[in-house]
């Protein structure tokens, strides 16, 4: 599972090209839908940052399916190993958000 995280450094770093490569690779090893929807949240904001708006919107879409699943509303408390997903999700969605909103790279 270190893929993900490369993939997120290097989104920080402004390596975005490099940054798609490698979330792409991550989605086919995701296994779990809390991972499978990190996964398409970074990918949205990698997508947004290469100006591809209609993919990053879809894989916001996705995201927000797979972690639908993976955090159901009314499932009470976490499991001890889900809060850090839970935690980066509830970080991470507003940023995709607006910068797809904003429509600026």
């Known amino acids: ?31 779990d839908p809390s991972h499978r929807g990190l996964n398409h949240l970074w990918l949205a904001l990698v997508q947004a940052r290469l100006g591809k708006m209609r993919e990053a919107s879809a ?11 993976a955090f159901p509303k009314r499932a009470g408390r976490l499991p001890p190993n889900k809060i850090h997903d839970y935690i980066e999700h509830r970080i991470i969605e507003p940023e995709v958000k607006a910068l797809i909103w904003s429509g600026k790279k």
């Open 1 to 31: 599972w270190l893929v993900y995280p490369t993939a997120t450094i290097l989104y920080r770093m402004g390596q975005y090209p490099e940054a798609l490569s490698v979330l792409q690779k991550s989605s086919m090893l995701a296994i």
């Open 59 to 69: 894989s916001l879409s996705k995201a927000a399916q797979e972690l639908a699943v």
